[in-house]
Nanobody, 124 residues
């Protein structure tokens, strides 16, 4: 069973930065497609960013493009989300997700594994 554990959330002022980390258990992490999603109170979970295993291709939601950067370190079984120029509308619980067949998708249903989430709060 693969486990994903997020960290790095917190309270930050608008314009600030945070870096989220997601550590995965298991020896096959390097073959997983990885994604970040978020869910704000009263809203549906939405795609934020994803990174493939094969060529490190990255994909972003329009709302975060140019501000957020997804990356991965397969030697540490870790995927990161660097978040800059944060806005109050970025406030949400952020979830890490993994797809065991290496695909990446904007659809949450395509992912097999999920972390417990980490809260990000951006004050105005």
């Amino acid at each position: 069973q693969v486990q994903l554990v997020e960290s790095g959330g917190g309270l930050v002022q608008a314009g600030g930065s945070l870096r989220l980390s997601c550590v995965a258990s298991g020896r096959t992490f390097s073959t997983y497609g990885m994604g970040w999603f978020r869910q704000a109170p009263g809203k549906e979970r939405e795609f934020v960013a994803a990174i493939s295993w094969s060529n490190f291709g990255t994909y972003y939601a329009d709302s975060v493009k140019g501000r957020f950067t997804i990356s991965r370190d397969n030697t540490k079984n870790t995927v990161y989300l660097q978040m800059n120029s944060l806005k109050p509308e970025d406030t949400a619980v952020y979830y890490c997700a993994g797809c065991r067949d290496g695909r990446v998708s904007t659809m949450s249903a395509m992912y097999d594994y999920w972390g417990q989430g980490t809260q990000v709060t951006v004050s105005s």
